[in-house]
């Protein structure tokens, strides 16, 4: 109740409007679906909320359109400036808003406050980018004339996000997009409204005090059909897609069919690589936080855990001691109880996915050498079942051999699969073999080991981390995966370049015509 006044919201289970143009919050059409939101933890609505029809998705999009040609041509450092209070308003709810994170998606409360630090760090690099959003000057060939690169604001930039993030994704791409000079529209996941609503009050109260237009930061809920209209709409010109790689292909499809521009944030199927030579102390903590922490459920989650064969044992010693620990003291379970680390499962469709695994790994010859028995014998204190929450208890298997299917895909759980190599090039080769290519680690204390990892023929992923788990990127460098991942780059290093429409101008100060390549055309 207090966490949801206190971000301007209506009491837990009100009917909420949804879409957002900048001046009026309205209600779906009549005809629109019901997205509900609902307490992974307890099962309760928090909130039912109408998705945006495409008519209101098209009128929210002209009205973000002409917000921004007037956004435009306010100077950046300005754009800076209120920026600046944005941050300072994620600051000041970060408490309530980590809550209601906590609430929504089920994350644990220091993962949710976690992921509004996120917003609260990539705002504040957003500031300090306002005043440095440099182009380039380049010597011309020919005599008098000098050559220019010049960022000027792209548009409008269309952000889809997904539930495991539901504030931090958005808050990547709007603080960078809102400093370059755009307007962002904003399509949450159908089971994140709420956090999405929260979150665009609290921005749009920041732009009202400086005399902006709400549209730079509109808001459409809804599902599928509000998401395609966004992405088939040429005035978009910059689409940020995070979620599956199954949803991504059509998304990438819809805007490839338009020629737009887009930005991809897909699955992830990240190995943690731990050697003969690795520091234990920090290997199984490492290991141990990627593959339970956010209860599995970031693309960044660590999901196969390679194991050099003379450490193997002994690292899976003290990593089945962990998760008995987290087992035995009771730290599987309400996400806001501030001494829980694992929480629920975000959907009853991840807790069936996530038995269904077990069983496929244990049917074709898989072990699992940590988890739960059976669903009637679930391994989880008799309040969690008894409940109507997602809990699952995390697992670790070996399946059959290091190349079953089960290593290929990517499972929304707390399920660790873990295969021996001997060598470290076998183990880069497994690394690699996998569609996706998002976020990878080695642990070891050998340098040699470390450049083989970084270098040319070494981990082919977008995070290629030594000693440091695969989860838990800080903002200032970039983020992102290759291969089936999609290729996007988010947060920091050159990811702001990409909310800027690029003008190259070559500018003759001479008096004289001088073509380039030496050509002459003279009649
Ligand atoms: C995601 O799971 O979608 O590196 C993003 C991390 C976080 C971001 C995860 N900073 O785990």
């Known amino acids: ?199 665009t009050k609290l921005i749009v109260k920041v732009l009202e005090k400086h005399n902006l237009p709400g549209a730079l930061a509109s808001l459409v809920c809804g599902d599928v059909e509000t998401g395609q209209t966004l992405t088939r709409d040429a005035r978009i010109q910059l689409t940020s897609f995070t979620g599956s790689e199954h949803i991504g292909k059509l998304v990438a499809q819809d805007v490839a069919a338009r020629l737009g521009k887009i930005l991809l944030e897909l699955g992830g199927n990240n190995a943690a690589i731990v050697l003969d030579d690795a520091d234990l102390d920090l290997a199984v903590p490492g290991v141990a936080f990627a593959a339970v922490g956010t209860a599995g459920q970031r693309c960044t989650t660590t999901r196969r855990l390679l194991l050099q064969r003379g450490i193997a044992d002994r690292f899976l010693e003290r990593l089945v001691k962990f998760y008995t620990s987290l087992q035995q003291k009771n730290l599987i379970g309400d996400p806001t109880d501030s001494n829980i680390l694992c929480g629920p499962l975000h959907s009853r469709a991840a807790v069936e996915k996530y038995w269904q695994t077990l069983d496929t790994i244990r049917s074709t010859g898989g072990k699992v050498i940590f988890g739960p028995e059976s669903q009637s014998s679930s391994g989880l204190p008799s309040h969690l079942v008894q409940g109507k929450g997602n809990f699952v208890l995390p697992a670790i298997t070996i399946p059959s051999s290091s190349t079953d299917k089960v290593f290929q895909e990517e499972v929304f759980a707390p399920i660790l699969n873990v295969a021996l190599f001997d060598t470290l090039d076998e183990a880069i080769a497994l690394n690699n073999d996998v569609r996706q290519g998002l976020s990878s680690s080695l642990f070891t204390s050998k340098l040699t080991n470390i450049g083989e990892w970084q270098g040319a023929l070494g981990s082919d992923c977008g995070i290629v981390n030594v000693n440091v788990s695969t989860s838990g990127a800080e903002v200032g460098a970039g983020f992102g995966g290759n291969k089936a991942t999609g290729w996007g780059r988010e947060c920091g290093g050159d990811a702001w370049k990409q909310y800027c429409r690029w003008a190259t101008s070559t500018v003759n100060y001479s008096r004289k015509v001088a073509l380039a390549q030496g050509v002459v055309f003279d009649a």
Not at 139 to 148: A, D, F, K, L
Not at 163 to 184: D, I, R, Y
Request: charged share 10%; net charge neutral; proline share 6%.
């Open 1 to 199: 109740g207090s966490v949801f006044a206190s971000l301007g919201l209506p009491a837990p289970g009100s009917k909420i409007p949804g879409v957002f143009d900048g001046t009026t919050w309205t209600h779906g059409a009549s005809t629109s679906s019901t997205l509900t939101s609902v307490n992974p933890a307890t099962g309760a609505t928090l909130a039912t909320v109408s998705s945006a029809t495409s008519a209101q998705v098209s009128s929210v999009i002209a009205a973000a359109h002409s917000a921004q040609r007037k956004f435009a041509m306010v100077p950046a450092a300005t754009r800076g400036a209120v920026m600046k209070d944005i941050c300072a308003a994620y600051l000041e709810h970060k408490h309530a808003l980590g809550a209601l994170i906590s609430y929504e998606m089920g994350k644990v409360l220091s993962e949710g406050k976690g992921e509004v630090q996120e917003v609260i760090d990539v705002a504040d690099m957003a500031v300090g980018l306002s005043r440095s959003i440099a182009g380039s000057v380049l010597p011309s060939e020919r005599q008098g004339h000098v050559i220019y690169e010049i960022p000027n604001p792209l548009g409008l930039v269309g952000v889809i996000t997904a539930f495991n993030f539901p504030v931090a994704v958005h808050g990547w791409n709007f603080c960078l997009s809102f400093v370059c000079g755009n307007a962002t529209i904003w399509k949450p996941s159908p089971t994140t409204p709420l956090t999405a609503i929260a979150t």
